[in-house]
T-cell receptor, first 111, second 112 residues
Framework: EDQVTQSPEALRLQEGESSSLNCSYT??????LFWYRQDPGKGPEFLFT???AGEEKEKERLKATLTKKESFLHITAPKPEDSATYLC????????????FGTGTKLQVIP | NAGVMQNPRHLVRRRGQEARLRCSPM?????VYWYRQLPEEGLKFMVY????????ESGMPKERFSAEFPKEGPSILRIQQVVRGDSAAYFC??????????FGPGTRLTVT
């Protein structure tokens, strides 16, 4: 069974203080790894898909990287509006239909 | 392009009643997924559908829960004889080719 573990569970940063969120996964043949952002009371918002080790993707202050066992979401010079829960998910070689989500990292950026 | 739409956004049902949750996928998306999210827990896969077909329902409880995605109209998640443990946020997602999924705002079900 696929497993996704995210750490830390919660992270509090000062505005401008860069950091990284971790996503460790166990999967029988990675088909894709996804990062989402979820604000309170809303549905997850798609950020990135990574397909193979060594791949990197960037969007504004966010950069996602992938190795064979884990993915990192690097946040550079965060702003208060980056506060949210960040979710990691994987799809295995069985196809995209059954995606396994981690429980997320709740990020709070303080002005 | 409008996003995934779900309604109602909030639904209150008494124990034993039926709950019907609706999801309209993004235009051009033919793959629909339903998830359940409990407080402090991750999103749990329930069912994956394409038009008129259930592809994978391995995450759905065997009793009281059913889902459909008809040729015309939205996808429906139906919960019969609701119990307090069914209280949760239910999210629908859609994708164009079974790749990354785009989520709706969710329906928050409260069973009293």
């Amino acid at each position: 069974e696929d497993q996704v573990t995210q750490s830390p569970e919660a992270l509090r940063l000062q505005e401008g203080e860069s950091s990284s969120l971790n996503c460790s996964y166990t999967v029988s043949g990675l088909r894709g790894l996804f990062w989402y952002r979820q604000d309170p009371g809303k549905g997850p918002e798609f950020l990135f898909t990574l397909y193979s080790a060594g791949e990197e993707k960037e969007k504004e202050r966010l950069k996602a990287t992938l190795t064979k066992k884990e993915s990192f979401l690097h946040i550079t010079a965060p702003k208060p509006e980056d506060s949210a829960t960040y979710l990691c998910a994987v799809a295995d070689s069985g196809g995209y239909q059954k995606v396994t989500f981690g429980t997320g990292t709740k990020l709070q950026v303080i002005p | 392009n409008a996003g995934v739409m779900q309604n109602p956004r909030h639904l209150v049902r008494r124990r034993g009643q039926e709950a019907r949750l609706r999801c309209s996928p993004m235009k051009g998306h033919s793959h629909v997924y339903w998830y359940r999210q409990l407080p402090e827990e991750g999103l749990k896969f329930m069912v994956y559908l394409q038009k008129e077909n259930i592809i994978d329902e391995s995450g759905m409880p065997k009793e009281r829960f059913s889902a459909e995605f008809p040729k015309e109209g939205p996808s429906i998640l139906r919960i019969q004889q609701v119990v307090r443990g069914d209280s949760a946020a239910y999210f629908c997602a859609s994708s164009p080719k079974g790749s990354e999924q785009y989520f709706g705002p969710g329906t928050r079900l409260t069973v009293t």
